[in-house]
């Protein structure tokens, strides 16, 4: 296999990116360095740009196109067209013959790209509702990998396998993780203020990602009452953190959604409720229908107590979620994409 000719893509936030890297893990130990195609704007420049994994990474001024007026979305499909004539560049000088879109508009250049000169291409959808960048492309990709898609022919969630690792059976409550993602979510660090007296009162110890806009709030918070949980604002060795812990209380990007899953940690999901299409509500519902995960709306979380808390069925959750997800689910998308 020629080491340059495929190009992964995609990115602006990082559930996107955590698949590209996965990717990129997997394709380097059969001794292959993609070329990355992604934003300067969004997070996947802080990601990559001093990757060695990839042969070649390229952030273009690529912008979405929602949340715009008329005249924005026009200026921002003209800018994505004329960039991906730059892409088509890249394609001839890096002889490309394949390309792997993970979606958002970072991936909008290469992909049309692709379509255009008639590479063969590929999309990993993260999520239960598909984005509107990937639902426009679907019609013209060679394949569509998704975790939810029963027919998916890669369907293992690309996961770091440390997440696997770090794996076991919940069975006693003794800590509970907040997590409301790197931004985080000031509806769940409102909850975990609420119960953290509950909890210490019954010896269950709290772990805590803030997000960095909310730590200094949230830590004072506790500091008043005199609770001392390990309370932070983001964490690179998160899996650590979700080992530790018996249940949490999480947002439903994603990633996150299957790493939980992957370390069979029962969750309460409390979906964002401006994400688009509303996709961490349907990605929570997934689970929740096979009795993997419990639920809670955003809006109706300030009225949800300890006691409530109490109620859930860990270990059942726990050991439903035996099976939901398989190591090696980047292996299963690039043994795929080198069929073709």
């Known amino acids: 296999m020629n080491p340059q000719n495929i190009v992964l893509t995609g990115g602006g936030t990082g559930g996107h990116l955590a698949i590209v890297n996965e990717i990129k893990k997997e394709l ?3 001794g292959i360095k993609p070329v990355f195609v992604g934003s300067s704007n969004g997070q996947d420049q802080a990601w990559f740009e001093h990757d060695d994994g990839f042969e070649k990474c390229f952030f273009l001024d690529s912008r979405g196109v929602m949340n715009k007026g008329l005249v924005g979305k026009f200026l921002s499909v003209l800018n994505i067209l004329k960039l991906s004539q730059t892409v088509s560049r ?3 000088t890096y002889n490309i013959g ?3 879109s993970v979606g958002g508009y970072s991936a909008a250049p290469a992909s049309i790209a692709a379509i255009i000169n008639r590479k063969y291409f590929a999309i990993h959808e993260q999520n239960a509702k598909m984005g509107m960048l990937n639902q426009a492309m679907s019609y013209f990709a060679d394949e569509i990998f998704s975790s939810y898609d029963e027919s998916s022919k890669a369907k293992n969630y690309p996961v770091a396998l440390k997440y696997f690792e770090t794996a076991r059976l919940r069975n006693e409550l003794k800590t509970v993780i907040f997590l409301g993602g790197s931004q985080g979510a000031r509806s769940i ?3 975990a203020l609420k119960i953290a007296q509950d909890l210490v009162k ?3 110890k709290i772990i805590h990602q803030t997000g960095k806009n909310d ?3 949230v830590a004072s918070e506790y500091q008043k009452m005199g609770i001392e949980p390990d309370v932070f604002p983001f964490s690179s060795d998160l899996y650590l953190k979700m080992s530790q812990a018996d249940f949490a209380v999480s947002r439903a990007g994603a990633s996150t959604l299957w ?3 992957a370390n069979l940690l029962p969750t309460l999901f409390v979906p964002y409720p401006y994400a688009a299409a509303n996709h961490q509500f349907f990605n929570a519902i997934y689970l929740i229908e096979k009795n993997m995960a419990t639920m809670c709306l955003d809006t109706n ?3 949800f107590d300890f006691e409530e808390l109490l109620k859930i069925d860990i270990f059942g959750l726990s050991q439903n979620l035996k099976g939901a997800i398989l190591p090696n689910g980047a292996k299963e998308i690039v043994d795929q994409i080198y069929k073709n």
């Open 259 to 261: 790493e939980l899953g």
């Open 202 to 204: 019954n010896n269950i």
């Open 28 to 30: 380097n130990a059969r």
């Open 90 to 92: 890249i394609f001839k």
């Open 189 to 191: 660090n409102n909850f």
């Open 215 to 217: 730590f200094e709030r």
């Open 301 to 303: 979380l300030k009225d």
């Open 98 to 100: 394949k390309v792997v």
